[in-house]
């Protein structure tokens, strides 16, 4: 079972500044079917990026995802106060990372 | 839009089983894979496995084998997830979710409200 890690843990950032997270998978993910979702308290999470590069629909371009085999990476270039969130990736519409929480600074 | 909307809060006794529901709004589900990924409090996120309801395939996390199974109504376009021998680590929201290409593969582009299940005696 391929294990994901995602760093850091919490991200405190202030609006207007570019957030950088990190998906590491124990194994290389296939076909790099990598997925980030984003989750604000209360609501279910909203998938972001899926195919590590592409972005779903409807979500701004200030999102980017990048990686391929083992190391992936979610971007957010100018972070907007609805930006302030939990963010987790997911290989192969299976298991999880534990997440990533960016807080405002 | 589809929305997939769940059935409401449980309260459930340890050792008992609980039947979650998830059914599409104004739609069927057609060929897409559905999934189930659970939250306990405060905690990250967790798939639990998931079912084609056209071809009635299912699988499952190897934490959950054995304990829960994920069924398929095509008749009322609905689906279910049981988990039994429930103990109070269970307690978690319970959110049914739909694979975005089709499969699972892909992502989930579409999300239930969720269904909190709380265990307790």
């Known amino acids: 079972e391929i294990v994901l890690t995602q760093s850091p843990g919490t991200l405190s950032l202030s609006p207007g500044e570019r957030a950088t997270l990190s998906c590491r998978a124990s194994?290389?993910?296939?076909?790099?079917?990598l997925a980030w979702y984003q989750q604000k308290p209360g609501q279910a999470p909203r998938l972001l990026i899926h195919?590590?590069?592409s972005r779903a629909t409807g979500i701004p371009d200030r999102f980017s995802g990048t990686g391929s085999g083992t190391d992936f990476t979610l971007t957010i270039s100018r972070l907007e106060p609805e930006d302030f969130a939990v963010y987790y990736c997911?290989?192969?519409?299976?298991?999880f990372g534990p997440g990533t929480k960016v807080e405002i600074k | 839009q589809v929305q997939l909307v769940q059935s409401g809060t449980e309260v459930k006794k340890p050792g008992s089983s609980v039947k979650v529901s998830c059914k599409p709004s104004?739609?069927?589900?057609?060929?897409?894979?559905i999934c189930w990924v659970r939250q306990a409090p405060g905690q990250g996120l967790e798939w639990m496995g998931g079912?084609?309801?056209?071809?009635?395939?299912?699988d499952y996390a190897q934490k959950f084998q054995g304990r829960v199974t994920i069924t398929a109504d095509k008749s009322t376009s609905t689906v279910y997830m049981e988990l039994s021998s429930l103990r109070s680590e269970d307690t978690a929201v319970y959110y049914c979710?739909?694979?975005?290409?089709?499969?699972?593969?892909?992502?989930?582009?579409?999300w239930g409200q969720g269904t909190m299940v709380t265990v307790s005696s």
């Open positions: 104004g739609g069927t589900f057609s060929s897409y894979t």
């Open positions: 997911q290989q192969y519409g299976s298991s």
């Open positions: 079912i084609n309801p056209i071809f009635d395939t299912a």
């Open positions: 194994q290389s993910v296939s076909s790099n079917y």
């Open positions: 195919g590590a590069s």
């Open positions: 979710a739909r694979g975005m290409s089709g499969d699972r593969r892909d992502g989930f582009d579409i």
